[in-house]
């Protein structure tokens, strides 16, 4: 029994732990979300840090590793020309207790 507890909260923890890691596909059907970078943090639904290393990788908070292969990645995203477009806007900040959701109604597209 605590064996397969074990293996439930390990199973858990290695979820949430990979929620963030994200890979940018070329085509808009092979993504799960569609991304707009807006100009300025007030007008991001996430504000996003990019991390160097894979444990980085945040729960939902806005700290993405980007992955090398597609099936590395939690979630697929595809860089859309116009804002109408987007499911999500982000915008890139500098340190990384800048990243958050300023718009959490959209948090569920990334989880």
Known sequence: MKNLISILLI???GFTCAAQKIFSV???NQADVKVFVVDYESQADLKVYKVEYANQAGKNDGKWFFTEYGNQ??????????QNQADLKIYFVEYENQAGWRNKAKQH???
């Open 11 to 13: 199973s858990c923890f």
């Open 26 to 28: 070329q085509y808009a």
């Open 73 to 82: 990645a939690k979630k697929k995203i595809y860089y859309v020309d116009y």
């Open 109 to 111: 597209l990334l989880y």
